[in-house]
Each structure stands twice: as structure tokens, then as C-alpha cells.
């Protein structure tokens, strides 16, 4: 009883029922998404005062309308593909390059090409790069993504750092990089690091600070400290939040030991996790063994998390939210997969054909991950204000 209340207690989905309502009167199932949350956690993000810029990681949702809303709050964009860079261009022709941070992995030559051309900021998160393409950099001024060694994160599958992970340039290679650097007046103004997605110690990102502020000693231009994303949310009853004045306290003793930084972070999930819901409707429901399962016209082709990494979305029964839960149910999807169950032994109450089942803290990794697998359409995404 005490884990129902806290689920149910003062979400936003439950003061916008007639919202929600209306968007499935019209579909089969939706995401749905809350502008004012957006600008609210964004909110939260810029009292981190020792924060100079917060750029919005773009693949974590890249619906139009969350993207101006980032927009209007005056944020930045942290784009991993040139297909991202050329959508916030696009969308906002006048928005000034220094808002844009491009942080691939793996890409072609000719993505940094555009993207030095198109004059957005980027980082090499490999020496490749540097070694092979030196005279596509040269002049030029970069960023290096460091390897800060420790993954962290909500999955094994979400850390980034450390021998096991593509992501990042050793410490330890950085000095063998100078001379290239040098030979091709190449200037390192910025180093980046970013240790994995859903990270809820307060002191990361100081950790994060002091690493780069040391390595950045072997650079006479470095200017910023881009300090990654990875800001977790509260998705247990047992989770701890992460509190931003604390995450100030600690970035502020670091500013204040190395004042000739600029601070910047690029979270994406922290913006808009816990601002979407997932709703879709009931299909059919099964008693099998001891299993109550309750079937959900959309499955693991909208939302992929659960079954990539046993993520936990809190799930109910948005037409029967005060009624009794009688089962310990499993929602599922209708996809021809083991995995396509969304929620397991989650409290339900007797739930019905039509039912809306409504699945919390999907604005995040939600839709932009989706398929169509099995020749299902993901769930259409719908904007409230
Ligand atoms: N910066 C870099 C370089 C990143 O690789 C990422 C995420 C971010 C920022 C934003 O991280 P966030 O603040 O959202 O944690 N699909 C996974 C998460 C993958 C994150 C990939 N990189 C999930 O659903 O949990």
C-alpha cells in the first residue's frame, strides 16, 4: 500500500486526465509529453550555478516541441550524429554554433567535415582521428573526450568508460597526442568526459571536473570542462534523487580551486524522463499458472528499455487508478518476443479490455528508440503544454 501511494502521489499525468483522455480518444496508443515539465526540470538543471551551460542531449527525445522548448529555455544541444546537428540547424537557423556540441562515436570522416563546416563545436573521442585525418583538423579548434576509467550508470549497458567501452581517449594516450596537436595548430579548447546514463551520486560530476581540470594542465588553451550527462532519476521506491544543491556545492569547491573553467553538463534524461507516459489500451488479459498478465496494444516496439536493460517503469491502470490491486500483473505488448513484457509483477487491479494502462517515465530513451518490429507502428508522440 505505502509503494501505491507513493506512485500515485503528485504526477502530473493525474492532474491532466482530461489531456490524456482526449489524445486516446483519437489513437490506439500515444506518448505523451508535458512541455511545462520539460521547462521545469530544466529549471532545476540551471540553479547548478557553477554551471556555465547545460546542453540537452538531443537523443533522449528529439520531438520538435521539446526541442524548442530546450530552445526557448536557453540551453544548448549535445548531438551525437550529423543527422541531430542538421535538425537543430534547421530548426533554428539563427541559434548561435557555440549552442551546438557534436560528440560522436565511431563516425565517418565526412560527419566532422560537416560539422566543422556547419562551425557547431565537437569533440574526437578517439586518436584515430588526430593521427589519420590530422589536416581536417588542423587550425581548427576541438574538444577531446577523455575515458574517465569508471563506468557508471542504471545498466552494464549504459556505462561508458574503461577498457570494455568504445567511448573515449585514455588518460594515459592524451600525451602521445601532443605533437600532432602541435604540428597541425590544432587547438584544444575544451575536454569532455562522460561516464555512463542514469548516475545518481551527487559528487559525480565534481569527480568528473577535477579528472579534466588535471589533464587539462597539458593544455595551454583549454577553456571548458564539459562534464557529460548521465543525471539519473528517481525510478525506486528505494532510489535516493539527486539533489542539485548539493551537485552545486561540490562543482562550486572545484570552480573555486580552478577558476579558469568554464563548467558544462549535457544531460538528456534528467530533462524529460519523468515529463512523458506511455499510454496505451488493453488488449486482452490471461490468468495463466500463477501469472496475471495484462496485454497492451503496443509492447517493446514503442518502448525498448525494459527489455534492454530490465529497466522499471512504474505502470497502472489510468481507469481504475483507485481501485483495489488484486494481482501481482505482467504487461506485455503483442510482440513475437520472450521479452516484450513492460512492466513484471507490478500491482494491478482486475483490468479490462479498452482499459488505458499508462507507463510512467517514458520521455527519456522512449520513442527515439522505437521500431517496427513485427510491422507495428511505435506509439505517436502528442505534446501538451
Ligand atoms: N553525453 C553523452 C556523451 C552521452 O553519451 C549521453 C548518453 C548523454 C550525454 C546523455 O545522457 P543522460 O543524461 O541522458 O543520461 N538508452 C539508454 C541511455 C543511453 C545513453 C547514451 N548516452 C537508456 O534508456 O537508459
Known sequence: KPLEREVLSEKWWQKRR???ELCLESRENAYIYNLSAVKDNISALKSISAVDQIFFAVKANNHPQVLTTAFQQGIGFETVSIYEVETVLEMFPDISKERIFFTP??????????ALDYGVMLSLDSSYPLKKWSETFANKSIFLRVDPNIGKGHHENVRT???TSKFGIPIQEIEQLLPIIKENNIKVVGLHAHAGSGILTNEHWAEHAKLLAEVASQFSE???????GGFGIKERAQQTELTMEQINQSLQAVKAQYPQYQLWIEPGRYIVANTGVLVAKATQVKQKQNYYYVGINTGMNSLMRPALYGSYHPIVNFSRLSETKKHLATVVGPICESTDKLGIEIPFPDTFEGDLILIENAGAYGHVMSTHYNMRAPAEEVCIP
Not at 105 to 114: L, M, T
Not at 222 to 228: A, I, R, S, T
Open 18 to 20: 482530461a489531456d490524456i
Open 105 to 114: 562515436n565511431f563516425a565517418s570522416r565526412i560527419e566532422y567535415e560537416k
Open 161 to 163: 568508460a574503461g577498457a
Open 222 to 228: 583549454v577553456k571548458f570542462l564539459n562534464l557529460g
